[in-house]
């Protein structure tokens, strides 16, 4: 039995090794650089200060599938092809600025959450914009694949990759809007939650113009 099995399999598969030793390197890579302060996980903590974590889920939910998009362009060397067309470049970069300084204004004016029916929300289509357009995801997830390898095939090592980092990219997300709504339970004066959400704008915006500076 096991050998028809065996003998239904293509070669490169049967190949395959997979170094269960380099996930942990890996996994503390991707914490370290994918988990650090950027426009997206700041702004899911803002998200989850002004409007709460059940408000923010199809905000969050199209983070994670806009990160998991390039997650994927980077495992299959798109993400390499695009961005060596400069136009395309500079239209991904406009775009996430442009969402970015539409969301920290909006951030920034939002109300304590006990006055917040009536405030909108970041959507999920904002999500997966910010999630694609993201500049600090290009570089940290393709910093992260080359970190270190998890199976003896470019084909398995890259399925390995998405598979363990998407997970991460779930937990990561998660955290940070979890964070952000630990302050929302301590914002209903109206003073404390107008100096969050302006300092959490104003971070939203620096991460961003560092993201692209570097």
């Known amino acids: 039995m096991h050998r028809s ?16 030793g380099s996930i942990w390197p890996l996994l503390v890579t991707a914490l370290a650089i994918m988990g650090s302060p950027g426009p997206a996980t700041i702004s899911l903590t803002a998200a989850g200060s002004a409007y709460g974590v059940r408000r923010s889920l199809g905000y969050l939910t ?8 390039v997650l994927v362009a980077v495992a299959t060397g798109i993400t390499a092809a695009l961005l060596a067309v400069p ?3 500079t239209v991904l970069v406009v775009l996430s600025v442009a969402y ?8 920034a004016t939002a109300s304590p959450p006990s006055d917040q029916p009536a405030a909108a929300a970041p959507s999920l289509t904002g999500g997966v914009l910010l999630g694609v357009a993201n500049p600090k995801a290009w570089v940290a997830i393709a910093a992260v694949f080359a ?3 998890l199976a003896s095939t470019a084909t398995a090592d890259a399925a390995a990759k998405v598979a363990v980092l998407s997970l991460v990219v779930v937990l990561i997300m998660a955290a940070w809007l979890l964070a952000g709504a630990c302050f929302a339970a301590t914002l209903h004066d109206p003073f404390r939650a107008r100096v969050v ?6 971070a939203l915006v620096a991460a961003t113009a560092l993201a692209i500076l570097h």
Request: charged share 5%.
């Open 62 to 69: 199209g983070i994670v599938a806009g990160t998991v998009v």
């Open 87 to 89: 136009v395309l470049r």
């Open 100 to 107: 970015i300084l539409w969301l920290a204004y909006h951030i």
């Open 197 to 202: 959400n302006l300092t959490l704008a104003a």
């Open 147 to 149: 970190s270190t390898r």
């Open 5 to 20: 099995i065996a003998a239904a399999l293509p070669a490169p598969l049967l190949a395959t090794t997979i170094r269960w």
